[in-house]
């Protein structure tokens, strides 16, 4: 194919949106690049200045496909070396020789490489937090978990009676199971006056004898195991203590590293979520109750009381529920608006009454909370 004399070069453009590409009429004038299309008054012109090759231009090129920053995806194609010729002399940067002294600057492509690299996950909505604690094994967000479990249970007795954790065991395999994962939750019963449950790195929860002993039914039980659930299986847990340690010491504990380890000390304050994630935790554990045909009301009346509870005593200092689960009334509002769908018990009553006494023999709580 030869140059037109007028200096009009036919091509190919794509705007990078639709996969079909269009005829154009490409001539280098004193803007820019100017891409004409037959039949349209308008055309495009992108400035030299500003243009981008797909592959380094030479004086023995015998296409060229360019790119425009301000238009990314956009692409036109020109099939004439009469073209690419004329265009190095003036658009310089396209030559091989500039892409030369650019990989003399290795440090400038690596920046400009994570500068992409970031700039892709935010538009993909992923936090590199977030990116960073999908990438940690198994034994890392095992290790780390056990470690803020230590850190925030502190000399608290674990409760383990037999029958009580026979019943729960039984509960978390069937919540387990709707996750479709493989995976099995570690859950742990502290003995503890404090309302509260907690998800943990590694697929752990921590539940409190108060959650327990104030739920009125093991469905609501249940429902704040699912809640805590979906936490995990989002990997709330795992993305906020990143976001915590920083993305250094996460890299150090992605490769295996220990060092970061020792040093993390983490409470469970670190472990608060946004009102996003919290939705997201609803969704899914409103999605496992639903699979293991457990009633979503106990997680709806659950929170509806907690919600009454929050409004009442106002801001706590506390490490609590409260704090970690704001917006109680939304929560209950929007599980309640789900359809319903065929249930059976959570658990049978003799387990029910058994995981109650996990802790040991049920008493009123001293200065517990009235739900
Ligand atoms: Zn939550």
Known sequence: MH??????FPGRYSDGQTAQSVPADVRLTERGVEIGFPGAPQALVWPYGALGAATPLTSK???????????????????DAHFVRALTKVAPQLTSSAYGWRSARPWIIAAACLALLFAGLWLAELSPARWVAGMLPDKARAAVGEQVVNSMVGDRKECTAPEGR?????LVDR?????????????RVVDWGLLNAFAVPGEQ???TRAIITQAK???????????????GLELHPETSIVRVIGLTAALELMTGGGGALANIGLGLTQLTYT????RQADARGLALLEKSQIAASGLVDFFRRLGELESKRGSSTE?????THPESGERAKSAAARPTYPTRPALEAQDWQALRAICGAVKPEPSGDKL
Do not use: C
Request: no cysteine; glycine share 10%.
């Open 275 to 278: 009102r996003v994630a919290e």
């Open 319 to 323: 490490w609590n529920i409260f704090r």
């Open 205 to 207: 929860i921590v539940l």
């Open 217 to 231: 039914s093991p469905e609501e039980v249940a429902g704040v195991l699912a809640h805590e659930m979906g936490h």
């Open 61 to 79: 090129s015998a296409d060229a496909l360019l790119t425009y920053s301000f238009m990314p995806g956009a692409t036109v194609f020109v099939g």
């Open 175 to 187: 919540l387990s199971q709707a996750s479709g994962t493989g995976t099995r939750f570690k859950v």
């Open 3 to 8: 140059s037109d004399p007028t200096g009009v």
């Open 166 to 170: 026979a019943a729960l065991d039984r």
